[in-house]
């Protein structure tokens, strides 16, 4: 297949991804009939379809890959073969695929690879370095323990995805960052430790066939794209190369397409230069845009119908140029604001302003988004809750909630801790109230002497549920029937109550039902007949809070996430005790070490609702810069939330620790502070055109004078608020 590579740059909403489709079905038409005048010319006879497998076209896109490679489909018929991925999920599918290759290159044990969760990560991580860690070797100012863990694992990742040996990390961070940047530490030797521990950190895995996104990254672009063997394969499985949102991708992704470039494979690229969301984290815009002088440019031009097109160069004048911008408000509809004193009333008055827009048809929930550089959980609640009273549904972008905040999900690790023995330390008196009321949880229509009234109002979702054991029960059984015991922690018979009679006989069967349990499941553990502790998750989940009963999504959700995080955690430990056996440690053990992971991390569980979920009217969507950003998401109503805030230009978009030091246009000198200041200022020019690109007809500046914390909120957005009109009282 030869033809000319195509870089395909524009703004945003400019029509790239419809464009690499559209180039992409011209591409393969045109191979199509330059196979069948061929076979014409030849006199065999012509079957144009089907293609076969391979070669095929290999499809990148930074996000949403599965909405992509739907789109080429429906616009190709599917007639022509092609895999569509993102960069990390291909360099990870990759090296799995090719292990055995890296086994015999770097003489690895032969086992199968296991991908590591980044909590799991960061928890083994610990441990290795436990000895650096307690000796202060490690310690930086203003970092605490986990975040310490979390830069270094953080650091690997931007080497790896950098194309820079790990190495050279030490060398690098001496290099580039000096105490003017903002770091300290009280052991000169610091960046040489945090080296060291890294490498010990990447062989430690590679011994035992763990795998992160760190280790993963280095052996794709170190070791598998540069072997004779894989390169052939390659270049037999793909003929050309697809990518949507190059911006978006790491440095080591240039790699490969320039191999396959090199080998004839034409590529089609997209380019947006108000995008790189990924900035910060392992994207390197400036490096992937290099790949445009190997192609021919196609310019698009900027969408006329939206608001950044009419006042998108007005607005950055404001915002950039502080002391030298035109003086005077901007008088247009499509630029207001809503200004108020205290945050509460902030919130309030955005609601009243959405509410009253929806119910006077001028605009539908799915047109609307809610914006904000940090989403809070006070705002977050107090929108959702305002909204949701007026039938207006709210949709949160990647909604992360930890496990550990959910009911369910707590009192299963407190029954996890009165099964296994030498877990009493971790079960305490309300913890037990809790799960005896989660647990108790009975069907309305199983139960004759239940009325619908008596359930409880708290759980507008769970209306055919009903308490066997409500709160104060429950407290009353705890005083009475609990033994708390560092080795043995147990529930006593209900008889130990000397009043048990005024329980009632609902909740003296629920009780007695769930001691008889735990019962059961200790003389099976004694016995050696319950394989590991997932089961027993599994065999409570079951029996207390799956049969008979009707889940709201956000629960089914939380316990589909709790097995899975079990099984990994389980399966780890299993590869851990299989290659060290000397380091064997009881079961109970393990069981405490994830009931405190669960408890002490942010592992979270983001539910799935597809557009059937909501109503015709769709949903708001409410999320953070970075989240609306990444999943390319526009609407025609935008309100910015906390316009204000300081936190548009520091922190509205991600950004790890001494990521421009890995960037490839870094010239070696130390990262100081106004190099900081011009990355945010750039940044803050992309956020804004792309934000304003993606709105259609009004933007809503909300900003009140005090924070959430009560101090002043005087953000780079101030002065643009400033020349706003202000929208009238609803």
């Known amino acids: 297949m030869r033809t000319d590579s195509i870089w395909i740059t524009g703004p945003t909403q400019s029509g790239k991804t419809s464009r690499l489709v559209e180039q992409f079905c011209v591409w393969m038409q045109g191979k199509t009939a330059y196979e069948a005048a061929r076979l014409s010319q030849e006199g065999k006879k012509v079957k144009l379809s089907p293609l076969p497998k391979t070669p095929g ?65 960061q928890e083994l991580a610990t441990k290795l370095w436990r000895s650096e860690l307690d000796s202060g070797l490690l310690r930086q100012e203003n970092l605490n323990e986990s975040r310490l863990v979390r830069r270094l694992l953080d650091l690997m990742q931007l080497a790896s995805a950098s194309g820079t040996p790990i190495e050279e990390i030490a060398i690098i961070l001496a290099q580039g960052i000096s105490e003017q940047s903002g770091f300290t530490s009280p052991n000169p030797a610091c960046f040489e430790c945090m080296g060291e521990s890294l490498l010990r950190w990447r062989g430690w895995c590679l011994e035992r066939g ?40 790491p440095a080591i992704t240039r790699n490969l397409f320039e191999f396959l470039l090199d080998k004839g494979a034409p590529g089609l690229f997209t380019f947006n230069r108000d995008g790189a ?55 247009d509809p499509a630029l207001q604001s809503i200004q108020e004193v205290a945050r509460s009333q902030l919130l309030r008055k955005t609601a009243d302003v959405i509410i009253k ?52 999900i707590r009192g299963l690790l407190t029954l996890l801790g009165l099964v296994y023995p030498g877990l009493g330390r971790l079960v305490e008196r309300d913890a037990v109230a809790e799960m005896l009321v989660i647990l108790s949880r009975q069907s309305v229509d199983k139960t004759l002497d239940i009325l619908p009234e008596e359930t409880s109002e708290s759980m507008p979702f769970e209306a055919n549920l009903v308490m066997a054991i409500d709160p104060v029960r429950a407290g009353l059984l705890v005083d009475h029937c609990f033994h708390p015991d560092p080795e043995f922690p147990r529930l006593l018979p209900v008889t130990e109550f000397p009043r048990w009679d005024r329980l009632g006989y609902r ?40 049969k008979g009963k009707i889940l709201q999504i956000e629960q089914v959700t939380a316990l589909r996430e709790l097995i899975e995080i079990a099984q990994h955690y389980w399966q780890v430990d299993e590869r851990l005790r299989q290659i060290q056996p000397q380091e064997y440690v009881a079961e109970e053990v393990t069981v405490g070490e994830f009931i405190l992971l669960l408890r002490r991390s942010s592992i979270s569980a983001n539910p799935y609702r597809g557009l059937e979920f ?86 809503y500046l909300c900003h009140s004078d005090l924070a959430v914390n009560g101090q002043d909120q005087t953000g780079p957005l101030l002065t643009l608020v400033n020349a706003t009109v202000p929208v009238n009282s609803p």
């Open 210 to 249: 763990l795998l992160t996104y760190g280790i993963i990254c280095e052996l794709y672009w170190r070791y598998l794209l540069t072997d004779a063997i894989y390169q052939q394969h390659l270049t037999r499985r793909y003929e050309a190369v697809l990518a949507d949102d190059v911006d978006e991708y």
């Open 507 to 546: 909740a003296k069967t629920a009780y007695e039902e769930i001691l008889r349990w735990i019962d059961k499941q200790r003389n099976q553990l004694q016995q050696r007949l319950i394989p590991s502790f997932v089961s027993v998750l599994d065999r409570a989940i079951q029996e207390f809070l799956w």
């Open 57 to 121: 076209i290999l499809v990148f896109a930074a996000n949403g890959w599965v909405e992509l490679a739907d789109k080429i489909a429906s616009q190709s018929g599917g007639k022509y073969p092609s895999q569509t991925t993102t960069p990390l999920r291909f360099f990870r599918d990759e090296v799995i695929l090719f292990w055995p290759l890296l086994i015999s290159k770097l003489n690895l044990r032969a086992q199968f690879p296991m991908r590591l969760r980044p909590e799991t990560e």
């Open 277 to 331: 969301v990924r900035l910060g984290l392992d994207a390197d815009p400036d490096y992937m845009a290099g790949l445009a002088g190997r192609c021919v440019v196609e310019r698009l031009n900027p969408p006329v119908d939206n608001v950044g097109f009419l006042l998108g160069e007005t607005i950055i004048e404001r915002v950039l140029n502080v002391y030298n911008y035109p003086s005077g408000l901007i008088a």
């Open 357 to 408: 827009a929806i119910k006077s048809k001028e605009v539908e929930a799915k047109d609307i988004a809610v914006i904000t550089p940090g989403l809070d959980a006070i705002a977050r609640y107090s929108l959702m809750e305002i909204l949701s009273k007026n039938g207006i549904p709210v949709e949160p972008l990647n909604e992360q909630r930890p496990l550990a905040s959910s009911p369910m």
């Open 614 to 699: 909501w109503p015709p009217g769709g949903a708001v969507t409410l999320g953070t810069i970075f989240q609306y950003r990444f999943n390319r998401r526009f609407h025609r109503w935008q309100f910015w939330l906390d316009a204000g805030s300081p936190l548009w230009q520091s922190s509205g978009e991600a950004a790890r620790f001494g990521y421009g030091l890995f960037q490839k246009s870094w010239n070696g000198r130390s990262w100081m502070s106004e190099d900081q200041s011009r990355e945010d200022e750039a940044r803050l020019r992309r956020i804004l055109l792309d934000l304003l690109c993606r709105a259609r007809e009004r933007v």
